[in-house]
């Protein structure tokens, strides 16, 4: 069956500007997770929503960073006034929830901050 | 704070065991994980132990926990080509918690 996946899979935009990144989890997936991946590093949790809600953004770095999941599905991150520092991979995952379950991850997209 | 330390590279002749090693600062972790990621690819599970169990072995792969020193090796029996990859230890709570993942071993394999 299909996996999570994400568009844009790269993404160049010029600092100050706004983007958005698309995270299409795996359906019936109720749980989705957001992480971002820095050249050289381990991912590293932003946010994790379950259904529409969000039940932990504490890894969101500042308030630039916003997501939303409006319908329970689809999840969307936004980052305002983009810095060259917000340049990574950004990586979603989702799991099939409650009681816990394997995060499956996507392939990502790549935000280059020029 | 949590935290995940392993080591940035090990190089293995094929044939050879591998073995990747990884400390966490976290003693209320509750699932450890080993994460496999190849160049444009996502990341993939390859296995992960609850915190009640010290070892679990599954074909070529073999975890060992020690929750006394909160250290997790993976053993990668029969190294292969195939197994050329960045390998990420990882813990959290729960499993549908959020999952704290180190820098990641590279593993090189020598002809």
């Known amino acids: 069956g299909a996996g999570v996946s994400q568009t844009p899979s790269n993404k160049v935009t010029e600092k100050g500007k706004y983007v958005e990144l698309r995270c299409d989890p795996i359906?019936?997936?109720?749980?989705l997770y957001w992480y971002r991946q820095s050249l050289g590093q381990g991912p590293e949790f932003l946010i994790y929503?379950?259904?529409?809600?969000?039940?932990?953004d504490s890894g969101l770095p500042n308030d630039r960073f916003f997501a939303v999941r409006p319908e329970g599905s689809v999840s969307t991150l936004k980052i305002q006034r983009t810095e060259r520092g917000d340049s990574a991979v950004y990586l979603c995952?989702?799991?099939?929830?409650?009681?816990?379950?394997?995060?499956?991850f996507g392939p990502g997209t790549r935000l280059t901050v020029t | 704070g949590e935290d995940v330390e392993q080591s940035l590279f090990l190089s293995v002749r094929e044939g050879d065991s591998s073995v990747i090693n990884c400390t966490y600062t976290d003693s209320s972790s509750t699932y450890l994980y080993w994460y496999k990621q190849e160049p444009g690819a996502g990341l993939q599970l390859l296995t992960y132990i609850f915190s009640n169990m010290d070892m679990k072995q599954d074909q070529r792969l073999t975890v060992l926990l020690n929750k006394k020193d909160k250290h997790l090796s993976l053993r990668i029996a029969d190294t292969q080509t195939g197994d050329s990859a960045i390998y990420f230890c990882a813990e959290s709570m729960n499993r549908d918690d959020k999952i704290i993942f180190g820098k990641g071993t590279r593993l090189h394999i020598l002809p």
């Open positions: 359906s019936g997936h109720t749980a």
């Open positions: 995952a989702s799991s099939l929830t409650s009681g816990g379950g394997e995060q499956y």
């Open positions: 929503f379950q259904g529409t809600g969000a039940a932990d």
